[in-house]
């Protein structure tokens, strides 16, 4: 299940944020919390192509997969490691 916050999905269907959370409400379909942050809402991928389908809208494409890290961003623990080491010396 693919996390879409609430304005990427109003952006795939091509509709205003207060459009979205009305069919939302038709559909009795409720906003998600973030699997990671809580604080964020969104709709999952599957809601997303049921309201698509229902409102006649074309199918968005969506992200197969999140985009990869930098290679420099998945050394960095090993770079804050390091520097423990160099201050605790």
């Known amino acids: 299940m693919t996390f879409i916050s609430v304005a990427e999905a ?3 269907l091509g509709i205003n944020v207060k459009t979205l959370h009305r069919w939302l409400a ?3 379909l409720c906003l998600q919390s973030h ?3 809580g604080r964020k809402k969104g709709i999952s991928d599957q809601q997303l192509l049921l309201l698509a389908s229902q409102h ?3 199918t968005p494409s969506l992200p ?7 290679d420099a961003l998945l ?12 201050i605790a010396a």
Request: net charge negative.
């Open 10 to 12: 109003a952006t795939h």
């Open 64 to 70: 197969s997969e999140p985009p990869a890290l930098p």
């Open 75 to 86: 050394t960095l623990p090993e770079q804050i490691t390091g520097l423990q080491t160099q």
């Open 56 to 58: 006649h809208r074309s």
């Open 26 to 28: 038709d559909a009795h």
């Open 35 to 37: 699997p990671h942050d």
